[in-house]
């Protein structure tokens, strides 16, 4: 299929060599979620002693939801890459190529599928180091995974979108950082729901980085909540699917302004 | 079937952009297989719009046009695959090398490795790169940028290549070199080759024919020497003594009933006339008596300076907004 075949040509022999040519990003991509796994678990240490947070260990509290974060975080960015390509003229020979425009947007959510599993992996490695422990074993680790890399798709098709309607970098920079940490905080990913307020917890429902957060804590929980985590995981998906829908309808947008 | 003769016709093209700035305004053209055709014109005149419509990146809002046969608008998918486009901006990815670039063009083309690695070979030592393909774009030079861009767009071997302003930033020697490979390509291979340009002298040069633009219109089109023939008479080119006189020169030129028309570019002006030593003692006599000192004159067979202000009625520096101290 052309779709399948472009989309794999766009990320071999576009993105993964253009990130083998950049060390520095790798480098920065696996530093900073050791920052805030470090900063978060000295900062929030004594939550778990709040009367109300069910006690254990924060740093195993805290992994997942540093995995859902970082997964939300770098995925917010993925429309830099399209700013970038509009401006120096990439866009625009991909677009005079025969490539589907879906494909455009499946390679770049395949390259942020990859790099999403990377991250996410490092953390739930140094999680561990620090003493966090994964009752669920390889199979709760792999749906943590899966589930980030969901949440990074869907954020990552929001963000191709908007680089396409916007087509400038401070657009999309207010943009991601105006959505990303009210997500981020409205959720259950660093501080147990029973202990924020009401409204927080009421809000936090509808927030897919919450659903994210916490069907990767069930999962590497080991609990039977297998079947919460598969809701979450739908809802995620469809998420997923009406942003990348989304963004490439907003190919024609661009195509309208030049 | 279709009664297509071009390798690229366009037809009565529209095009008009937010805020009412119309870009196309009726142009149409048709374009020999195997030839290099030059749309000329000042910038803004509508040349980018006519390649991003024809190269299948923007929609006109009338008019119709195919490429290689194929209708530009019901089958942009298949307009794609049998074109090559540089636009104006490179095109390349900066962190991938001259190499790397080249093979994801052929492999989007969904090239066999084997001709893939022949054509890039080919490519890279056609046009001097052989040096550099193993350096990342983001080192090259903007000449070695440019080459890679129109190599790029060779890789597959389109049957009709767009080039958008290629030459500008090159330096003479840089531009005469991409005329060679673009003359090249269309008497050896075949490529029809669709250029824009606002440099007059290069479609003079080089393009076999030459469509001016201006304002989103085809307002001639031809060979250059056609182009030229048709405007029968010639050109008096006069250097005034002093540049903010050209106005003071252009009105008591209305008065010599010998001067069809006339275009100030700073202190050179140029009139056009029938019959070019005849008219002379007229042009002079006029200029004396409407106090302009001239410092000399000369008179020239038209050159395509003087096509375009006879069919845009302006001189072709004024068009493009140049305003000479």
Redesign the interface.
């Known amino acids: 299929m052309n779709l399948v075949r472009q989309s794999w040509v766009l990320l071999t022999t576009r993105y993964l060599r253009q990130l083998y040519r950049q060390p520095a990003v790798i480098g920065i991509t696996l530093t900073q979620p050791v920052i805030w796994l470090l900063l978060f678990g000295a900062l929030f240490k004594k939550v778990t002693e709040i009367p109300g947070f069910g006690g254990g260990n924060y740093i195993t509290y805290l992994t997942p939801g540093v995995v859902v974060m970082t997964a939300l975080f770098s995925s917010s960015w993925t429309g830099m890459a399209y700013i970038e390509d509009m401006d120096s003229g990439v866009m625009d020979r991909f677009l005079t190529a025969p490539i589907p425009r879906a494909a455009l947007i499946t390679a770049s959510l395949a390259y942020q599928a990859v790099t999403t599993v990377v991250q996410s992996a490092v953390i739930i490695a140094l999680g561990w180091a620090m003493g966090a422990r994964f009752p669920g074993g390889a199979a709760g680790i792999a749906a943590l995974i899966a589930i980030s890399v969901l949440i990074a798709l869907a954020m990552a098709g929001l963000s191709n979108g908007l680089a396409l309607l916007a087509r400038q970098r401070e657009t999309l920079i207010a943009a991601s950082t105006t959505l990303v940490l009210p997500l981020t905080f409205l959720s259950g990913a660093f501080l147990s729901l029973r202990l924020v307020p009401g409204w927080i917890a009421a809000t936090a429902r509808f927030n897919p980085v919450n659903w994210a957060a916490s069907a990767g804590r069930l999962a590497i929980g080991g609990q039977s909540g297998w079947g919460t985590v598969g809701s979450y995981a739908g809802f995620l998906a469809i998420a997923l699917v009406l942003t990348a829908a989304a963004s490439t309808r907003a190919f024609r947008a661009y195509q309208r302004s030049v | 079937m279709t009664d297509v003769t071009g390798a690229v016709e366009a037809t009565d093209l529209r095009k008009s952009f937010k805020g009412g700035v119309r870009a196309l305004d009726g142009l149409s053209f048709s374009v020999a297989p195997g030839s290099v055709f030059a749309l000329l014109g000042p910038n803004g005149a509508g040349k980018t719009t006519t390649v ?1 419509i024809l ?5 006109p809002d009338g008019g119709r046009a195919t490429v290689a046969g194929i209708d530009v608008l019901s089958r942009p ?1 298949q307009v ?2 049998v ?1 090559g ?1 540089v ?10 090398t001259g190499y ?1 670039n080249l ?3 052929g ?4 090239m066999r490795r084997a001709d893939l690695q022949r054509r890039v070979a080919e490519l890279l030592g056609q046009f001097g790169l052989v040096q550099a393909a193993r350096r ?1 774009v983001r080192t090259y030079s903007g000449g070695m940028r440019r080459r890679l861009d129109v190599a ?1 767009a060779l890789v597959h071997r389109p049957a009709v290549l767009f080039l958008d302003e290629p030459t500008t930033g090159l330096d003479p020697e840089g531009r005469a070199e991409l005329w060679a490979v673009l003359t090249g390509l269309a008497s050896a291979e075949g490529t029809t080759v669709l250029v824009t340009t606002h440099y007059l002298e290069e479609a003079d040069r080089f393009a076999a024919k030459i469509a001016i633009v201006d304002q989103g219109r085809i307002v001639a089109e031809g060979n250059s020497e056609q182009l030229k023939a048709r405007l029968q008479g010639d050109s008096v080119q006069l250097e005034l003594a002093d540049a903010h006189g050209a106005e003071l020169a252009e009105k008591a030129l209305t008065r010599v009933p010998q001067v069809r028309q006339t275009a100030a570019d700073g202190a050179m002006l140029r009139a056009r006339v029938a019959d070019g030593p005849r008219a002379l003692p007229a042009v002079l006599a006029g200029l004396e008596a409407g106090g302009v000192p001239v410092l000399s004159v000369t008179v020239a067979r038209p050159s395509l300076d003087d096509v375009y202000l006879h069919y845009a009625g302006r001189s072709f520096r004024q068009a493009e907004g140049i305003t000479v101290a």
């Open positions: 991003r190269t299948t990146l923007s929609r998918g794609r695959s074109i486009s636009s104006q901006r490179s095109g390349a990815v900066s962190q991938l790397e093979v994801m063009q492999k989007i083309y969904q990342q790029t």
